[in-house]
C-alpha cells in the first residue's frame, strides 16, 4: 500500500510528537505533580469546607496538606477507572505495533498514566475513598473497541490503536477540563491541568496521523 503523501505542516506536528514524547517521559520519571506517587499520605481529621477530606503529606515540615473537597473524589475515581483502560489499551497492542513512532508514544502514555494512577489512588486511599470504579466508557474504548484491537489483523493494529486511543484520550481531556473549571483543591486542580493538556496534545497527534 503507498505512503500517502505528506501533508503541509506534517513536519512541525512531527517535532511536537517528540516533544510530547520527551515530555511525557519526563513527567513520568519526575513523579507527577505532587512529589511523586509513592509519596506517603496519612488520612487526618477533615476541616474546611463541608465534605472536605483533608490528607497530610509526608514532604517537607510545614508543606500544606492535600484537600480533597466533594468534587476531587468523582474526578479522581474516573481518572482510576480512565487510566486503567488506557493501560489495557497498550497492552493489547505490545509487540505488534509497526510504526516506531507509535511504540515510543504508546508507552510514553502508559508510563505517564501509571504514574497518574499511583497518585490518584494514593489520595483516594488516603480519603479512605474506593480506588477503582466510577467511569463509564460508553462510545469510546468500551468492550467493542477492545475486541477490536484485540482481533485486528497485523496490518491494521497500527489504524486501530490510532482510532481506539483518540477518542479514549478526547474523553480523558474533557473530564479533566471539567473538573478544572469547577475547582476542587489546588494539587488536584492541577493534575486536571496536565491531564487535560497532555491527552489533548496526544489526540492532536494521533487524529493529524503524525505518528505512525
Known sequence: MPHPTRRPGERPVRRLGALLVASLLAGACSGGPTGGP???????????PPGAVRTASSGPPGA???????????FLTALVAHNQRTLEIVHLSEGRLVDPELRTLAAAVAA??????????????????PTSGGHDHHGHADAA??????????????RVLRTVLVEHQRAAADLA?????VGGSAPVRALAD???????????LLAAGAVR
Open 38 to 48: 509513592g509519596a506517603g499520605v496519612a488520612h487526618t481529621a477533615s476541616s474546611g
Open 64 to 74: 500544606a496538606p492535600t484537600v480533597l473537597l466533594g468534587v476531587d473524589v468523582p
Open 112 to 129: 505517564t498514566e501509571a504514574d497518574e494512577l499511583r497518585t490518584a489512588r494514593t489520595w483516594l486511599r488516603a480519603a479512605g475513598r
Open 145 to 158: 473497541d477492545l475486541a477490536r484491537l484485540r482481533e485486528a489483523a497485523p496490518a491494521d493494529v497500527d
Open 177 to 181: 477540563r471539567a473538573h478544572r473549571a
Open 194 to 204: 496536565r491531564v487535560a493538556r497532555s491527552r489533548t496534545a496526544q489526540a492532536e
